[in-house]
């Protein structure tokens, strides 16, 4: 069984890896044996994690990683290459941001900086991961979306079309990918317990979230390892395309 969700020694590269589920996953996998790397823009964070991985025996380095500057993704991978001897074989495509906003009041800026991020920046970002999967003949792309990319809900018109966005990508790359041994999977994470997901608890006006999830609590980021490993292991050999949410029934729900 183990062996099924085994990712030891495996490369895996996740972007927003300086906190929340990014950097949860980063000590997942370095606990379980695979050479990690963590991109983010915050250098330092990601040096300090880094080092607390090394020290409980992982294998970890950090990169500077801005999603938004696509010029400089072909350094990333170049770097997490020359420091493991090949490429990336698992991407957690994780970055994003989010504003939690009426559709009519979110400005340009933001509506930019959030596509710009979480749907082109993911977007180019597996683009090369993928490019450079599809000439090794091997790899696994897990996309974090959300649940608010498979269903609609107030005050995240941005990040939810941006969501969706980056589920329907999933599908296509799946589609084009799968004859050259490259896996593409969206994970749909619902209530995660994060920074992220405090910034969206605190501007709620509807105090009913809670109630909507069947299982009557919010998610931890350690809820997602099943689905992680799954999805970047052999024992997910057979799964393409899909979106999984991981949100303990909030998606069955239509109240
Ligand atoms: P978080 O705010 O702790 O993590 C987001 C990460 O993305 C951070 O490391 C941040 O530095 C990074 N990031 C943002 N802009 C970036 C850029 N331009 N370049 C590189 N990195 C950038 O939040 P959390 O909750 O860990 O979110 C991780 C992912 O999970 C996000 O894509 C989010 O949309 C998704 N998600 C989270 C849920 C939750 O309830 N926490 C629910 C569903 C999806």
């Not at 710009?116 to 090794?136: C, P, W, Y």
Request: proline fraction near 2%.
């Amino acid at each position: 069984m183990s062996e099924l969700f085994g990712v030891e020694g495996k490369r895996v590269l996740i972007t927003g890896a300086s906190s929340g589920i990014g950097l949860h996953l980063a000590h997942l996998f370095a606990a379980r044996g695979a050479k990690v790397g963590l991109a983010a823009r915050r250098i330092e964070r990601l040096e300090s994690a880094v080092a607390e991985l090394r020290d409980a025996g992982g294998e970890a380095m950090a990169i500077a990683l801005d999603v938004t500057r696509p010029e400089t993704f072909a350094a990333v991978f170049d770097a997490f290459e020359a420091r493991y001897g090949a490429t990336v074989e698992v991407l957690v495509n994780n970055s994003g941001i989010i504003y939690i906003k009426r559709f009519i009041d979110q400005e340009r800026a933001e509506v930019e900086r959030l596509f710009d991020t979480n749907l082109k920046g993911a977007f180019l970002v597996a683009q090369e991961a993928a490019r450079r999967m599809r000439s090794a003949g091997s790899g696994s792309i897990i996309n974090v979306a959300s649940t608010a990319g498979l269903r609609a809900g107030g005050l995240l018109a941005s990040y939810a079309a941006s969501k969706a966005g980056l589920v329907h990508l999933t599908r296509v790359m799946a589609l084009e990918l799968a004859a050259r041994g490259v896996r593409v999977n969206a994970l749909c994470p619902g209530n995660i317990e994060t920074d992220m997901h405090a910034a969206f608890r605190a501007e709620q006006i509807d105090d009913g979230v809670l109630k909507r999830i069947p299982m009557r609590r919010f998610g931890q980021p350690g809820d997602l390892d099943g689905a992680v490993l799954l999805l970047a292991s052999d024992a997910g050999r057979y799964i393409t395309g899909v979106a999984l949410p991981v949100d303990g029934g909030q998606t069955l729900s239509w109240m």
